[in-house]
């Protein structure tokens, strides 16, 4: 209840549209729901899930829940590194943002190139531009294997967070283009 009257009275005072990530993950299906449903009733305009944690059967439920009553549904990629950043085992990062496409979402954290959550550039944008656009080359060079056409199934918007500041922008807008959201602060 706090943050959402703290959302409340930034909008009054600024007059712009703020929001909070209410942590909808839970232990069941139904305890999601229920506090994606508890969310919307505060009249919040976003939740966040888990997706890993929470699973891809979760997440599609609370994605549809989202779509049906105008929430957005910021996606979390805890427990992340302990599949994707393994050498010798798991599987790549790219392989979940496909996942969580077709599960549903409206923006997942996607690492940055720069700050805390950097990686490779090629492969980033590569599985950026796998998370947002309609339809992508095979290009090796950026982790594309093989051309995708995504038809009419929705984008993901990326969210580079983690260990960046204001003078990380100029890098951030030249890597992401005006297509993400950059989040700082924490």
Known sequence: LFCAEAIYKAQAETGEIKGHYLNATAGTCEEMIKRAV???????PI???DYLTGGFTANTSLAHY?????LLLHIHRA????IDRQKNHGMHFRVLAKA???SGGDHVHAGTVVGKLEGERDITLGFVDLLRLDFIEKDRS???YF??????????IPVASGGIHVWH???LTEIFGDDAVLQFGG
């Open 38 to 44: 508890f969310a919307r009733e505060l009249g919040v």
């Open 47 to 49: 939740i966040m899930h």
């Open 66 to 70: 989202c779509r049906d009553n105008g």
């Open 79 to 82: 427990m992340h590194a302990v």
């Open 100 to 102: 969580l496409r077709m």
């Open 142 to 144: 950026r982790g594309i």
């Open 147 to 156: 051309t995708q056409d995504w038809v009419s199934l929705p984008g993901v």
């Open 169 to 171: 922008m100029p890098a």
